[in-house]
C-alpha cells in the first residue's frame, strides 16, 4: 500500500463482527487497519428480533452474546465493540438514551485507545442517532445497499429520518451501485461510485474437497449466502424438477422453511460456513448463482459474491440485477424468468472454462480493496 496519511477510524458497521462473514464494509475496515487504528462499532440493529419468528431466539441468543464478549481486539490495529443499548427503536426519548450511552461508550474507547486524527466510516442509518455528536468529524457514509429499501424495516419512516442525517453531515458519499447512486443524487450531493472488489488471494488457494461435498455427484448448481424468503424458491422448485441429474448445492443459514425442496434428493442444504471456508466450498461448484426476487433493494443492489463467483472462475446465473447486467452481461448469464434461468444453467454448463477465466482475470485485474481504499485516502485529501 502506498504512503497514506495517519487517520484512526471509527466504523460504524451494520454488521455484527463475531456473527457475520465479511461484507465490503469489513473488508474497507481491514484495509485501514494496515496503516490506522481502527474501532469497529458492532451494529445496534433497526429492530428486536421476533421470538415468534424461525430461529428468533438463536438471533437474541446471539446478540447477547456479542455483549459478553463486549470489547476485544481480534486483529492487529483492529478492536471491536458491542455497544450496550436499550433494544427499543422507536420514540424519541429511547433514542436520547442510547444517544447518550452509545456516545459515552465511544468517547471511552477513543481514551482507552487514544485515538487521533478521528474519521468516522458508518455503514448503517442506524448510527443517525450520533449524527449532532459526530458532525465535527469527518464523516463518511457509506451504502453497500440501498439500506432504506430493506423490507425487513419494521419502522422505516424512522430509519429515512436516521438515513438523511448521517447523509447530511457526511463529507463523502459513497455507494457500491450506480443505481444507488443515481438515487440518492437528488438529495443535494454527488454520491462517489465505490464498486465492490475481491481477496483474490483468499479465492485463489486450492484447498481440500469438504467432506459435504465428496459424496454429491457432479454438475454441481451452487450458491452461499443468507437463505431466506428474499430468494427466489420458485425458480429453485422448477428447474430442480425438470434437471433431476443436476444437484443444486445452498450454503447459508437457513431463515425460511421449505419442506417440499427439503425433501427433494438432488437439492442439498449446507448450514453457514465460515468466510475461511468459501473457497473450499465454491470451487466444487460447475455453475454459481444468484436468484433472489426483484424487490427494490435488490435492483439497486450490487453483490458482493459476484466477484468472489469470479475469483472462483465459475461460470454465473443469475436473475436481471441491473448493476449485474449494466457492467458484467458479457459474463454473466442474465436471466427473466425460471425458464431462461434454466436455460442458462444449461448453457454455462457448456460454457468454455479458460475463455472464461481470462474474461474474468481482465475484470479482476482491476480490482482490489487496497485500490478501494488508496481511492478513498485520495477523496479524503481532497476535501
Known amino acids: 500500500m502506498k504512503s497514506l496519511p495517519k487517520i484512526d477510524w471509527i466504523c460504524l458497521s451494520g454488521d455484527d463482527y463475531w456473527n457475520s462473514n465479511p461484507h465490503s464494509r469489513y473488508h474497507i475496515a481491514k484495509q485501514f487497519s494496515k496503516n490506522s487504528k481502527v474501532l469497529w462499532i458492532n451494529s445496534i440493529g433497526t429492530r428486536f428480533p421476533s421470538i415468534k419468528k424461525k430461529n428468533g431466539i438463536k438471533l437474541i441468543i446471539r446478540k447477547f452474546k456479542s455483549y459478553l464478549i463486549y470489547f476485544r481486539k481480534p486483529e492487529k490495529n483492529f478492536y471491536v465493540v458491542s455497544p450496550i443499548t436499550i433494544p427499543v427503536f422507536k420514540g424519541k426519548f429511547a433514542a436520547r438514551i442510547n444517544t447518550e450511552i452509545l456516545w459515552l461508550q465511544i468517547k471511552l474507547f477513543i481514551k482507552i485507545l487514544r485515538l487521533k486524527n478521528i474519521h468516522f466510516f458508518v455503514s448503517s442509518p442506524s448510527f443517525g442517532i450520533l449524527a449532532d455528536k459526530i458532525k465535527r468529524f469527518f464523516c463518511i457514509y457509506y451504502y453497500s445497499d440501498l439500506y432504506v429499501a430493506y423490507r425487513e424495516l419494521k419502522h422505516k419512516n424512522e430509519m429515512i429520518l436516521l438515513d438523511k442525517k448521517v447523509y447530511d453531515i457526511s463529507k463523502l458519499i459513497y455507494c457500491a451501485s450506480d443505481k444507488i447512486c443515481s438515487t440518492l443524487g437528488s438529495n443535494g450531493k454527488t454520491p462517489k461510485y465505490l464498486p465492490h472488489s475481491v481477496d483474490l488471494d483468499h479465492f485463489n488457494k486450492i484447498s481440500p474437497i469438504p467432506k459435504e461435498l465428496m459424496k454429491i455427484p457432479h454438475p454441481i448448481i451452487g450458491y452461499y449466502g443468507t437463505l431466506s424468503d428474499s430468494n427466489d424458491w420458485e425458480i429453485i422448485d422448477f428447474i430442480s424438477e425438470q434437471r433431476p441429474s443436476y444437484n443444486f448445492v445452498?450454503?447459508?443459514?437457513?431463515?425460511?422453511?421449505?419442506?417440499?425442496?427439503?425433501?427433494?434428493?438432488?437439492?442439498?442444504?449446507i448450514d453457514k460456513i465460515s468466510y475461511q471456508d468459501i473457497p473450499a466450498y465454491g470451487s466444487c461448484f460447475d455453475v454459481a448463482i444468484m436468484f433472489w426476487i426483484l424487490r427494490e433493494w435488490i435492483l439497486h443492489s450490487s453483490p458482493l459474491k459476484l466477484l468472489e463467483y469470479f475469483a472462483l472462475g465459475k461460470p454465473v446465473?443469475?436473475?436481471?440485477?441491473?448493476?449485474?447486467?449494466?457492467?458484467?452481461?458479457?459474463?454473466?448469464?442474465?436471466?427473466?424468468?425460471?425458464?431462461?434461468?434454466?436455460?442458462?444453467?444449461d448453457k454455462a454448463l457448456m460454457s468454455d472454462r479458460l475463455i472464461l477465466r481470462r474474461r474474468y482475470d481482465e475484470i479482476l485485474k482491476n480490482h482490489s480493496w487496497e485500490k478501494v481504499v488508496n481511492r478513498i485516502y485520495d477523496d479524503v485529501e481532497m476535501c
Do not use: A, T
Open 317 to 345: 446465473v443469475s436473475v436481471d440485477i441491473p448493476e449485474v447486467k449494466n457492467k458484467y452481461g458479457n459474463v454473466v448469464l442474465i436471466s427473466n424468468d425460471k425458464y431462461s434461468f434454466l436455460e442458462n444453467i
Open 250 to 269: 445452498f450454503i447459508g443459514k437457513k431463515f425460511i422453511s421449505l419442506p417440499e425442496l427439503e425433501e427433494r434428493k438432488n437439492i442439498h442444504f
